[in-house]
């Protein structure tokens, strides 16, 4: 079958795929070990046996709903190609707001910069690319999650960047930041949204959260301020429909200037406070 026909019977297949073309695509490039483009220009050319088998293989495993960053082991994200994993969640667009929002932090020349709950190392990874002078620690508590985090750095040869296991501050005793950041879970455990696409093949640990989402939110608030500098702040991203839950519960816990930052699609999805120190 030629590259044309096996992208038009793929996406034929992928009905329930919001993106079934760009998926079939994007799978069969990984296939074929080129870039999507190449596959416009060789349209004509014919795969091979193995090529077909492995692609139409994938095509299965997605039709089930299996992630496309799964299917190929990696993702992009401000670009830089990530490798992934069913340990860790998704990179995803929206929490690169995350890293332009602690990038607007981090004017100093040099500082200290921690990411908590790292998963591939996305945040940590994005910051260290942008801030060489600064020193960025991420932190998680899966032991799959920190060697992954650790083989995405040395293949991006990012050396200002180092990756703990960690119970959150569990492992970073003493120690104090200019800049923390988390995206932690948010998730209330009875969301629908659970049971819905990409979400449904990732490590549930990593989106849901007592108390309606907030527990682990809440429990950041708390415990952050021993692990900040003067003036330091704290960015979280949560859920679309949190930002004013979790602005009081920065206020409560002593943070001033608490501020909230829009997502891509408009929501206030970003919330920070500065530790006065």
């Not at 990530?82 to 929206?94: F, K, M, V």
């Not at 104090?176 to 009875?190: E, G, K, S, T």
């Not at 959260?209 to 809440?218: M, T």
């Not at 891509?264 to 530790?275: C, D, F, N, S």
């Amino acid at each position: 079958m030629t590259i044309d026909g096996a992208l038009r019977e793929a996406t034929g297949r992928l009905l329930e795929s919001p993106t079934p073309r760009l998926d079939a695509e994007v799978l069969l490039a990984h296939v074929c070990e080129h870039s999507r483009t190449w596959l416009y220009t060789w349209s004509d050319r014919a795969l091979t046996a193995d090529q077909f088998a492995c692609f139409d293989a994938l095509i299965e495993r997605r039709s089930e709903g299996w992630p496309v960053a799964y299917l190929t082991g990696s993702r992009e994200f401000w670009g830089l190609d990530l490798q992934t994993s069913p340990a860790t969640l998704i990179p995803r667009p929206d929490t690169e707001r995350l890293v332009e929002v602690a990038l607007e932090s981090a004017s100093a020349v040099s500082g200290k910069l921690l990411d908590l709950g790292t998963g591939t190392g996305a945040v940590a990874l994005a910051l260290a690319s942008e801030r060489r002078d600064w020193q960025v620690t991420g932190v998680d508590l899966a032991p799959e999650a920190v060697t992954l985090a650790q083989s995405n750095a040395r293949k991006l040869a990012i050396s200002n960047v180092n990756f703990l296991l960690s119970d959150w501050f569990s492992a970073l005793s003493g120690r104090r930041f200019d800049i923390i950041v988390a995206n932690p879970p948010y998730i209330a455990d009875d969301d629908p949204h659970l049971t819905r696409d990409d979400v449904r093949f990732e490590p549930r640990s990593a989106l849901v959260a007592e108390a309606a989402g907030l527990s682990d939110l809440a429990w950041l608030a708390r415990h952050a301020p021993s692990h900040l500098e003067p003036e330091g702040w704290l960015w979280l991203e949560h859920g679309y429909a949190q930002a004013g839950q979790v602005q009081d519960i920065l206020v409560r816990c002593g943070f001033v200037s608490v501020v909230s930052r829009q997502d891509l699609a408009g929501h206030e999805r970003i919330t920070g406070g500065q530790w006065p120190g």
